[in-house]
């Protein structure tokens, strides 16, 4: 079969990582191509002029479209089943299109106390200058949010399992909620990727990706995806990528392709890896807690096992002795990397609470239970005995 004529309906999610999106072209190729190119040429003028139109389809610029590109939000769109797909330069670059294309001032903001500090940070410094209001809620409980809202709430926003603490929310509750206002509901999908969770069979009207993460999940480029309806995510969004120009480049579409055809692999080798892992610290007596929403003792998972078919990479857990502690264990490693990035085939290792929450106030961090002996790991796909050494090592200098 031809991978043009590849219907979506039939296949299953492993599949499509591999197949979909890819219009073959009449050189035959198997791989997909990459298209450099900034601008397509026309036949005539009045082709030129046809390709400008309103609405028209056909590439014109790569700002709005580019073949490569395009067969990366054709493959992601069927994974996370939406009818539509933006790639855009970096996951907060999705951010920022979903609200830019979403709202407008006077507009109201329902948003996770537990998102990616980048979030907030967009909400409280930029998008209140322009008049829109944001309200934050622990993101577990639908009524939560059903007590946040207000006659101009337009976006619900929150991201599961949060990081680092592994938050989970109820996306088909919140759903249900946010359909009964008239609102939409927005989930960044970063930490499961379609592999372990699909939002929008769940309910949610637009998925976030920051495909930096598991999508790449070799940590060698920086973008991102807004996943929703023909509607909102193909109009809207797309009508603000191509204006603005937060796009994706045909390279990185490229790797992006490359890394989703072993997405499924990854995350089930990944929360395998991860579940062995926070197993093996919950045991260590210097480890005063270990949250994964894997573990029976993780408060929500139940929840967890219901909307998610696997448990993804990432832990967070608490040594006794605070920051000098955790800076110890860190510094006392010898294989794994200290780094803030996290969805890499490399073990990464982060202190939060001085490097991706250092920007909070302490309080803040407290009231996310960001304590000062707090760490994430981010587990690999490295052999376990070596993982298991190197934190052990980590543990022996505290
Ligand atoms: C990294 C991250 C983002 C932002 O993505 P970038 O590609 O770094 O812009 C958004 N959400 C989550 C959950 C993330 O981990």
Same mark, same amino acid.
């Given at each position: 079969?031809?991978?043009?004529?590849?219907?979506?309906?039939?296949?299953?999610?492993?599949?499509?990582?591999?197949?979909a999106g890819h219009q073959r072209t009449h050189e035959g190729e198997h791989g997909?191509?990459?298209?450099?190119?900034?601008?397509?040429?026309?036949?005539?003028?009045?082709?030129?002029?046809?390709?400008?139109?309103?609405?028209?389809?056909?590439?014109? *610029?790569?700002?709005?479209?580019?073949?490569?590109?395009?067969?990366?939000?054709?493959?992601?769109?069927?994974?996370?089943?939406?009818?539509?797909?933006?790639?855009?330069?970096?996951?907060?670059?999705?951010?920022?299109? %979903?609200?830019?294309?979403?709202?407008?001032?006077?507009?109201?903001?329902?948003?996770?106390?537990?998102?990616?500090?980048?979030?907030?940070?967009?909400?409280?410094? *930029?998008?209140?200058?322009?008049?829109?209001?944001?309200? *934050?809620?622990?993101?577990?409980?639908?009524?939560?949010?059903?007590?946040?809202?207000?006659?101009?709430?337009?976006?619900?926003?929150?991201?599961?399992?949060?990081?680092?603490? &592994?938050?989970?929310?109820?996306?088909?509750?919140?759903?249900?909620?946010?359909?009964? *206002?008239?609102?939409?509901?927005?989930?960044?999908?970063?930490?499961?990727?379609?592999?372990?969770?699909?939002?929008?069979?769940?309910?949610?009207?637009?998925?976030?990706?920051?495909?930096?993460?598991?999508?790449?999940?070799?940590?060698?480029?920086?973008?991102?995806?807004?996943?929703?309806?023909?509607?909102?995510?193909?109009?809207?969004?797309?009508?603000?990528?191509?204006?603005?120009?937060?796009?994706?480049?045909?390279?990185?579409?490229?790797?992006?392709?490359?890394?989703?055809?072993?997405?499924? %692999?990854?995350?089930?080798?990944? &929360?395998?890896?991860?579940?062995?892992?926070?197993?093996?610290?919950?045991?260590?007596?210097?480890?005063?807690?270990?949250?994964?929403?894997?573990?029976?003792?993780?408060?929500?998972?139940? %929840?967890?096992?219901?909307?998610?078919?696997?448990?993804?990479?990432?832990?967070?857990?608490?040594?006794?002795?605070?920051?000098?502690?955790?800076?110890?264990?860190?510094?006392?490693?010898?294989?794994?990397?200290?780094?803030?990035?996290?969805?890499?085939?490399?073990?990464?290792?982060?202190?939060?609470?001085?490097?991706?929450?250092?920007?909070?106030?302490?309080?803040?961090?407290?009231?996310?239970?960001?304590?000062?002996?707090?760490?994430?790991?981010?587990?690999?796909?490295?052999?376990?005995?070596?993982?298991?050494?190197?934190?052990?090592?980590?543990?022996?200098?505290?």
């Open positions: 079969m031809t991978d043009d004529a590849f219907n979506h309906d039939e296949f299953q999610l492993a599949t499509l990582a591999i197949r997909e191509p990459i298209f450099p190119t900034s601008s397509f040429v026309f036949n005539s003028a009045a082709e030129a002029a046809a390709r400008f139109a309103e609405g028209a389809t056909g590439n014109v *610029y790569s700002r709005f479209t580019n073949p490569t590109v395009r067969c990366f939000e054709e493959r992601l769109a069927a994974l996370e089943g939406g009818a539509s797909c933006v790639a855009t330069a970096s996951g907060m670059g999705a951010v920022l299109s %979903l609200c830019m294309a979403l709202l407008k001032s006077g507009d109201h903001v329902v948003c996770s106390d537990s998102v990616f500090g980048s979030i907030t940070t967009l909400f409280n410094r *930029y998008f209140t200058k322009f008049g829109v209001e944001v309200s *934050y809620v622990p993101p577990q409980q639908p009524e939560n949010w059903r007590k946040a809202v207000r006659p101009n709430t337009r976006l619900f926003f929150l991201e599961t399992p949060s990081n680092p603490l &592994s938050v989970i929310a109820d996306i088909r509750g919140i759903a249900a909620v946010a359909h009964e *206002y008239g609102i939409v509901l927005a989930v960044d999908n970063c930490f499961c990727t379609p592999a372990l969770q699909r939002p929008i069979e769940l309910g949610a009207d637009v998925v976030i990706h920051s495909a930096t993460k598991y999508l790449d999940g070799q940590g060698r480029m920086v973008g991102g995806a807004v996943v929703g309806s023909k509607e909102f995510v193909g109009k809207d969004v797309f009508g603000f990528l191509r204006t603005a120009g937060p796009s994706m480049s045909p390279f990185n579409a490229w790797v992006f392709l490359k890394g989703l055809e072993t997405l499924d %692999l990854r995350m089930r080798a990944h &929360s395998a890896a991860a579940m062995e892992i926070a197993q093996w610290l919950e045991q260590q007596p210097k480890v005063t807690g270990v949250r994964y929403a894997g573990l029976k003792s993780h408060p929500q998972h139940a %929840l967890a096992a219901r909307q998610q078919s696997a448990f993804g990479g990432i832990i967070a857990f608490e040594v006794s002795g605070g920051k000098s502690a955790a800076w110890r264990f860190i510094d006392a490693t010898r294989m794994v990397s200290i780094t803030a990035n996290l969805g890499d085939v490399k073990t990464t290792l982060t202190h939060p609470a001085t490097t991706t929450h250092a920007r909070i106030s302490a309080a803040e961090r407290q009231q996310a239970g960001i304590t000062e002996g707090l760490l994430r790991i981010s587990v690999g796909l490295e052999d376990l005995v070596d993982l298991k050494a190197d934190l052990a090592r980590g543990l022996s200098a505290i």
